[in-house]
């Protein structure tokens, strides 16, 4: 008998059988096509420390460099698969400044920011150059903030108790709806694309401010892959992992003092018509 999973709330078990079977696929056609990928961030902190995906994480992380990062993605959205699918810039209504391999079984409920067509996501994320001045590299990441203030504007439904000025946000978020996400996010992905991975010493994922001027790395540590165990099989980190890793994270081998993702605020569903032999 076919367990029917309509409307029903993923478990985090779920969610993480859904991201490694994305995971195969993309390591699978990286392989194929000779393209080299890094597993990063929080997910290159489960690989190195927990031989798997984080307990509590809900998404995973790979970065490559910015040539091998167009090819993937022309390559996924070519791809035919049963219920996996890549969002783009290229896609006119995408509202990220990165690209995203999705769970088209499932959708997501975010209590803050229309993300609601997204289901169970793999973060893909562009490595572009950055600047060698530390100061020049802070001038580029503040000017960044202020670009994605707007993005994050453009994207609001709901807003925090304890935000500050919300009557002048919701009147600016006005505007930046009619600029819309995809404009906003087109200008973050055009100005990191200027920095080219292949001339500059040092480089990162400039799409991005969650870690604003941490963001910085020699390429260096980039040069190549090792293999290191990651539940079911092997994956590659980059081979400077432990620099990478400390400029972000700081002791990234110490668990959180209170384990649980602080920064969750997406639930996962099962889209009406999924079943269990999905």
Same mark, same amino acid.
């Given at each position: ?24 696929? *993309? ?20 690989? *190195? ?116 000025? *919300? ?11 009619? *600029? ?99």
């Amino acid at each position: 008998m076919i367990e029917k999973r309509n409307g029903k709330e993923l478990s985090i078990e779920e969610v993480h059988e859904s991201l490694k079977q994305m995971l195969r696929i *993309i390591d699978s056609t990286c392989k194929e096509n000779g393209i080299i990928y890094f597993l990063s961030g929080g997910t290159a902190i489960g690989a *190195i420390r927990e031989k798997g995906i984080i307990p509590w994480d809900d998404d995973m992380d790979i970065m490559l460099p910015r040539e091998d990062y167009e090819k993937l993605i022309v390559l996924l959205e070519d791809k035919r698969e049963d219920y996996f699918k890549v969002y783009s810039l290229h896609d006119k209504t995408w509202n990220r400044p990165y690209s995203c391999y999705v769970d088209e079984r499932t959708y997501g409920k975010h209590e803050l920011v229309d993300y609601s067509h997204l289901g169970v996501t793999l973060d893909i994320l562009p490595l572009d150059g950055l600047p060698k001045n530390s100061s020049d590299v802070k001038k580029y990441y503040k000017r960044l903030r202020v670009i994605y203030a707007l993005y994050y504007s453009s994207l609001k439904v709901n807003y925090a108790p304890e935000e500050k000025m *919300i009557f002048l946000k919701k009147i600016v978020s006005i505007f930046t709806k009619l *600029i819309g996400a995809h404009r906003l996010c087109t200008q973050i992905d055009n100005r990191a694309k200027r920095l080219s991975f292949n001339v500059y010493e040092y480089v990162g994922c400039s799409v991005l401010i969650h870690f604003m001027e941490k963001e910085w790395f020699r390429k260096e540590w980039f040069k190549n892959q090792v293999f290191v165990p990651f539940e079911d099989a092997a994956y590659p980190v980059m081979n400077g992992f432990d620099e990478y890793l400390t400029a972000l994270y700081g002791d990234y081998m110490k668990r959180p003092a209170c384990e649980g993702n602080p920064d969750h605020h997406t639930s996962y569903f099962w889209k009406m018509g999924s079943d269990a032999n999905n």
